[in-house]
């Protein structure tokens, strides 16, 4: 049994969502191709390939890590478990900043870019802006790299470092976003949803989850122009400890905002306080 049409027919049982998706991805094709050519026969290397890759996603590995495909915003971006997985929730984040009322040819800066997502889903739809952004892992680094030489986003930088930690001291920003590890350590929602395989880097921080976004927020005064904006992703429970945090630097039109799923997802803030 090694025709498109077989497998497809026999996963209909076993993964109706992903298995057309994954034996699209075995042989080089988009999904519409498959169900053009459904007397297309696999070779033996290419069925051996595509019942891997359905066991892996059996046993609950993201699909995106087998396709190393995910889309996000308007692009199509490459993932390897070096990344977080781009979250729909997130583009939240990019579409705040959008609304932000900014001057037009404006420093920005991303910290934790992971895949470059967010930077360079922002760098696409506001080609002035000058957009830096950062992570920690040169791996991750590596891709965010080859997704923003992919759609060509030329008004972005990227550089390697700890938080505030990679940048220049000599340059502030008129705009900082990040989307950081935020989960508690031990909290049991990383035994899910695929989260086992992701960068644990990426997903926990400390046993309130905040250790990364409280020095992503206290230091961002240090970094900002006046009247510059912070704007950071977070837990569904996390806005009033967020907030706070925003209060206690000084920021002023502090707001939390919610994502499409109704949850707290992301709290913005202005610097410094204005009467
Ligand atoms: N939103 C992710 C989750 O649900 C967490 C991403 C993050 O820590 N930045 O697991």
């Known amino acids: 049994m090694s025709t498109v049409a077989e497998l497809l027919s026999e996963a209909r049982q076993l993964s109706p969502e992903d298995a057309p998706l994954l034996l699209a991805h075995v042989l080089g094709k988009d999904r519409s191709w498959l169900f053009a050519w459904p007397e297309h026969r696999l070779d033996d290397a290419q069925l051996k390939h595509y019942r891997q890759l359905l066991e892996r996603r ?12 995910k889309a996000f915003w308007s ?14 929730e997130t583009e939240l984040l990019v579409e705040l900043a959008l609304d932000l009322d900014l001057p037009e040819a404006i420093q920005v800066l991303e910290l934790g870019t992971g895949s470059g997502a967010i930077a360079i889903a922002l760098a696409k739809e506001r080609p002035d802006w000058k957009i830096t952004a950062t992570d920690a892992s040169a791996a991750a680094l590596d891709i ?12 972005l ?3 390697q470092g700890h938080w505030y ?29 695929g989260l086992p395989w992701e960068p644990p880097q990426a997903l926990t921080a400390g046993s309130d989850g905040l250790a990364d976004l409280r020095i992503i927020i206290g230091e961002a005064p240090a970094h900002l122009l006046p009247d510059g904006w912070l704007l950071v992703e977070h837990g569904y429970d996390q806005g009033k ?12 039109r502090v707001a939390t905002r919610q994502d ?9 803030g202005c610097y410094p306080p204005r009467p």
């Open 241 to 252: 400890a967020v907030r706070d945090l925003f209060d206690s630097a000084g920021f002023s």
């Open 260 to 268: 499409l799923g109704g949850q707290d997802r992301v709290t913005l």
């Open 58 to 69: 059996r046993q609950g590995e993201p699909l995106a890590y087998l396709t190393g495909e």
């Open 157 to 159: 930088d990227l550089i």
């Open 144 to 155: 965010a790299r080859r997704n923003a030489a992919r759609h060509q986003a030329s008004n």
């Open 75 to 88: 692009l199509d971006l490459e993932v390897s478990p070096a990344v977080l997985i781009p979250r729909p």
């Open 165 to 193: 930690q990679a940048l220049p001291d000599d340059r502030n920003y008129q705009l900082i976003l990040s989307n950081p590890p935020y989960v508690r350590t031990g909290d049991p929602h990383l035994l899910q949803d």
